[in-house]
């Protein structure tokens, strides 16, 4: 097109997929155009995991130097929101300014455009009337925003979704949550150690519904226990909003109420707003269908949220390196999502891998499990308050290999590590039997567990 700025590759959307893809091209001195209309960096850096972190640690603090008396002494704890604003304010968004992270692609060599890019034709992409034309390619890399499920009356209320939460610089008296997912999770204990009345509703039977059960299970009680009222297995059938409180009307008649709603409900994507289909990809999918490259058809590439794998960010780098050797032409193994952890920072933290029991069943493995409370461990015991947690692992008997794993406690996403290389390496289940685990550790956890499985 004589009126389009030729460049080799075009990003849509800046975030950690994007940005890393599009910073390894770069250097690898091809002509990039990346283009983004919110923040360089995407949710993770300003709403997402890093600023959520920061108010989980305060959080956790918190809830440490309750259990003082219960070990070690006495103690008063009182919490206070403003040193966590302003955390989130100086150290994770820069008051979500994306300055530093839009020179950092640059000074790569990249070329940025702010505003949304919509695909307009094969290797051609239009921002604000300004034409872009690829010689080797698109990359999709939008990422997700929270969805806004069709419940009656809630699309007129002034709800909040995570960005609000996170920038929130004072919190209310009371909240509901609707999503027990781990978004909705994380943030509902977190309001409630600083002294927030929190209610979570979730339409499936269970919290972490794709979890093993026992995870939810734990969760359950450990909510409970905190004074987070849950309520499992019961849809939102109405929202209402007056005289500045919610009230959320369930199913069976139950209504729940609260000054703020969090909606955290699942994730939404923009396939028809993007314009893929004047290259021939279906636009009414949620996600795109990628192959082990990230390749969704000739000349287009999706990385992150949008590529449906898992809306992780670790996920999302990873396949941001995938995209970037292939578009390289660099002769890589593909992407094998078989062993793809995934952490929910909750008190206790939950963390997955590989298939669930029911997964595995479903696929028709010949399958084994074995299940130990934390509790029951030597570590899990001299820990004592605050130990809840269960550690599950899913084997292949037929070929003597873990196939899943769950690990729930104090540090259960840092011992998901062994599990996760287990899982990945198909490490033989007689080869971690073996192993040595070092006393008293949770990990040590994992040995305890293997010896109860019945191969």
Not at 24 to 43: D, K, N, R
Not at 101 to 108: G, L, P, T, Y
Not at 149 to 157: E, M, R, S, V, Y
Not at 207 to 214: A, F, I, K, M, T
Request: hydrophobic share 45%; aromatic share 6%.
């Amino acid at each position: 097109m004589s009126d389009a700025t030729a460049t080799d590759v075009i990003i849509i959307g800046m975030g950690p997929a994007g940005e890393t893809v599009g910073g390894l091209l770069a250097e690898a001195g091809l002509h990039v155009t990346g283009i983004e209309g919110s923040l360089v960096g995407g949710e993770c850096p300003y709403w997402g995991c890093v600023p959520s972190k920061m108010m989980i640690r305060a959080a956790d603090l918190l809830a440490e130097a309750r259990r003082v008396s219960d070990l070690a002494g006495s103690s008063t704890v009182t919490s206070d929101w403003a040193p966590v604003a302003k955390r989130i304010r100086d150290q994770a968004t820069d008051n979500w300014d994306d300055t530093v992270a839009v020179d950092r692609f640059v000074n790569k060599g990249g070329h940025f455009v702010r505003g949304y890019g919509e695909i307009t034709g094969p290797g051609v992409v239009t921002v604000d009337g300004q034409v872009f034309e690829a010689s080797k390619g698109i990359v999709i890399a939008t990422g997700t925003l929270a969805a806004v499920p069709p419940i009656p009356g809630l699309a007129d209320t002034p709800f909040w979704t995570n960005h609000d939460i996170i920038e929130a610089k004072e919190l209310p008296d009371s909240l509901v949550v609707l999503g027990g997912g781990p978004i909705g999770m994380e943030l509902a204990q977190v309001m409630r150690r600083f002294g927030v009345q929190v209610s979570i509703v979730e339409a499936l039977d269970r919290l972490l519904p794709v979890y093993e059960p026992e995870a939810g299970e734990v969760l359950a009680d450990v909510f409970a226990s905190e004074g987070i009222s849950v309520h499992t297995g019961q849809p939102a059938a109405a929202v209402e909003y007056e005289n500045e409180r919610f009230t959320v009307r369930l199913g069976d008649g139950t209504q729940v109420q609260g000054d703020k709603l969090l909606v955290a409900a699942g994730r939404r994507t923009f396939l028809k707003e993007l314009g893929v289909a004047t290259v021939g990809i279906d636009d009414s999918s949620r996600f795109l269908s990628v192959d082990g490259h990230q390749r969704v058809t000739d000349g287009v590439w999706a990385v992150g949220d949008i590529a449906g794998g898992g809306l992780f960010t670790h996920l999302a780098v990873r396949q941001g390196t995938v995209a970037a050797d292939d578009i390289l032409g660099r002769d890589v193994e593909p992407l094998n999502l078989d062993a793809l952890p995934a952490v929910t920072f909750t008190d206790p933290e939950a963390g997955t891998v590989g298939l669930t029991e029911a997964v595995a069943r479903e696929r028709g493995l010949n399958v084994a499990v074995a299940a130990k409370q934390v509790g029951h461990t030597a570590r899990g015991w001299l820990h004592s308050t605050g130990n809840e947690g269960v550690i599950k692992l899913v084997a292949d008997v037929d070929r003597g290999v873990l196939v899943g794993a769950t690990s729930v406690g104090p540090v259960g996403g840092e011992v998901l590590g062994l599990l996760t290389l287990a899982v990945h390496a198909e490490t033989p289940i007689v080869a971690l039997r073996s192993m040595i685990y070092a006393y008293p550790t949770f990990h040590k956890g994992i040995e305890d567990t293997l010896n109860e499985l019945d191969l």
